[in-house]
């Protein structure tokens, strides 16, 4: 299944909602006296018991540094490190383990590669083409390398839908590009660009693509091969495991001669006064002691959505966009701010008169927990002339119950601000 397709099978798998919610420890409790609502996944993720007893387990048992010790904890440790590297592969359809650096997060493999690749590739006159939807980590990068390098950051535009003009796009490519960096699927509108249509035209136009997956491996299959991207970057929070760690896939003759991101331990071959040589990728790009537990954590999550199904999760998410969507649109005065015909469960909105800041204190008043503001994607609320929206994101652990809270508190909000 590709981005650009989500799964619409009438005949995939039907999720059991609720013994997938008895995992999550997190779903179970309320907050002012109400069951909680969490519709806040694009933010970031709860985490099932897996991944929680996974995190114990390492610093119960074998809490030891990787690589570098010969006793049996370190041992243990490293088996287990470098095991979640594997399972961060195969999760994306990447030919070999040795193309997956772990880094701090998205944001974190997002820099690295701007300063990297960017600064040795980069050069007065290039030009990086950022989608005007993406997420700030996904521009403010590109704008210091190109402050560094004197090349030029351009925004592709979208459509009142909040679709990419790929006519734009292919113009915009004509005029020096070198870089590509974009959003799989847009954190504040939910769209799903069409990721393997970006890459083929941006290599016919000699640019390098970086994809941020970010908003992607959550809710769907995401293969790196099929897509053919250079660089595709994800964070673990998001996809169900802990916070502090994510990974970077790069091609291999990219990463291969890419110079390093961070200097210290780890990540050299030799040392002397006179000169360091350094590893070979990924340790070239993980200077210090990483995030073991985080790194294998992400492995448990990994292993806890793959057991799942992504045809599952996909079939009833696409159920709770559906069922959200026209539930919003019946209440009176709400407006949904992206319509892309190919999006996730992401829904931004505003309602006439009321400010979104000041509709916050009232769903969470009601237990349903949200986001308000602009998402780190300001362009986009400049885009639509607005300050900020309203966005509820689901996942797979959500119900069409919880939807209908929303709406029902958004009925109260309506009413103290009438």
Not at 19 to 24: L, Q, Y
């Amino acid at each position: 299944m590709s981005l650009a397709q989500p799964n619409t099978d009438t005949n995939a798998p039907a999720l059991d909602v609720e013994r997938v919610r008895g995992d999550f420890p997190a779903l179970h409790q309320q907050v002012h006296g109400k069951p909680l609502v969490y519709l806040d996944n694009a933010a970031t993720s709860q985490k099932p018991q897996a991944v929680l007893d996974t995190i114990d387990d390492y610093y119960r048992r074998y809490n030891a540094n990787v690589h570098r010790g010969l006793h049996q904890l370190a041992e243990l440790a490293t088996q287990a490190y470098e095991q979640a590297r594997i399972k961060v592969a195969r999760f994306l359809n990447a030919p070999d383990a040795r193309q997956v650096v772990f880094t701090r997060g998205c944001t974190e493999a997002i820099n690295l590669v701007a300063a990297a690749w960017g600064k040795a590739n980069l050069k007065a006159g290039d030009v990086v083409l950022v989608s005007e939807m993406e997420h700030h980590s996904n521009i403010v990068p590109w704008q210091l390398v190109a402050e560094a390098t004197g090349a030029t950051v351009k925004p592709i535009p979208f459509d009142d839908r909040g679709v990419l003009l790929l006519d734009a796009y292919e113009k915009l490519l004509s005029e020096g590009a070198k870089m590509v960096a974009v959003t799989a699927v847009s954190n504040s509108l939910g769209t799903i660009n069409p990721i393997g249509r970006i890459v083929d035209l941006a290599h016919n136009a000699g640019a390098v693509v970086m994809a941020d997956a970010a908003q992607a491996v959550p809710h769907m299959a995401v293969d790196v091969t099929a897509w053919d991207a250079d660089f595709v970057a994800f964070s673990g929070h998001k996809v169900f495991g802990p916070t502090g760690i994510g990974a970077l896939y790069g091609k291999a003759e990219l990463l291969d001669a890419m110079p390093p991101y961070h200097g210290g331990g780890e990540m050299i071959e030799q040392v002397k006064f006179t000169g360091t040589t350094f590893a070979q990728p990924p340790a070239k790009f993980e200077a210090g002691t990483p995030n073991i537990a985080g790194a294998i954590a992400l492995g448990a999550a990994i292993d806890y959505v793959q057991a799942i199904g992504f045809d599952a999760i996909t079939a009833h998410e696409k159920q709770l966009l559906d069922y959200g969507t026209a539930a919003l649109q019946s209440v009176d005065g709400l407006k949904l701010i992206g319509a892309a015909p190919d999006k996730a469960a992401v829904f931004s909105f505003t309602l006439d008169g009321i400010h979104p800041y000041d509709m916050s204190p009232v769903l969470d008043h009601e237990a349903v927990a949200i986001r308000t503001g602009h998402h780190c994607t300001q362009p986009v609320m400049d885009r639509f002339g607005i300050p900020a929206t309203v966005r509820a994101s689901a996942a797979f652990y959500n119900t069409t119950d919880e939807i209908d809270k929303l709406i029902a508190a958004l009925e109260k909000v309506k009413t103290i601000f009438a």
